[in-house]
């Protein structure tokens, strides 16, 4: 089995999507992921693309088509949800703290279900709070933490890494070098990381089946031949 690497930002709406079924994969198949926040915002500002700015159907079909593939997921998101989000950089900020502390998929999963379930805009109050209280956090501690230079310059270097591993959107998928962009890519990423799952929860392989003609009387046998 190979490691997934996980890139993402909080603020996509499509990555909503990958948030809320992962950890259930994670549970089934013992998948190792790695959490990785960055700054989509920033790298597609450099492709100089801004999806969904100024652009009202096509932010209406977005809504559409996230909720009909929450609904093939069994997932109950309230949409639209607030959109775009105004505390991006601080809501991945806190990821990429949670990430060095490990508790990054909680922390993500959590932003996410107060963001589309609840309608609480990520990065923002009374989201923020809400979210590192239900974690066991202080609120405070971990803000200010996250606003320093340290938490500042790792967010930078974790963008840097994603430009130069090819990602640039969010959510994507890592695998061996090989990038998967979008939800929707998620299964073939997984299918590199595991490439037959079957064959891990089989306990051992079937026993050769027996020839029912071998078991027949040797004068059914021939009699099957003539009629054959």
Partial sequence: MKKVEFWFSIGSPYT?????????????????VDWRPFSARQIMKEHGYHPYTDKPVRTAYMWTDIERQAKKFGLTPRLPAPFPVLGYEIANRIAVLAAQEGWVADYV???????????????????????????????????AQAEGAVIGQAFEAATAEARDRGVFDTPS????????WGDDRMPDALRHAIPDPRARVMKKPPAPEKSRLSEDRPDQKKTRSMVQ
């Fill in 16 to 32: 909503y999507l990958s948030v809320m079924r992962l950890p259930r994969i994670i549970a089934k198949t013992g998948l190792q």
């Fill in 109 to 143: 999963g959590t932003t996410y279900r107060h963001w589309f379930h609840d309608g609480h805009t990520a990065g923002q109050e009374p989201n923020l709070s809400k979210t590192l209280v239900e974690l066991g956090r202080n609120p405070d501690k971990i803000i």
């Fill in 173 to 180: 998928f890592v695998v061996e070098g090989q990038v998967y």
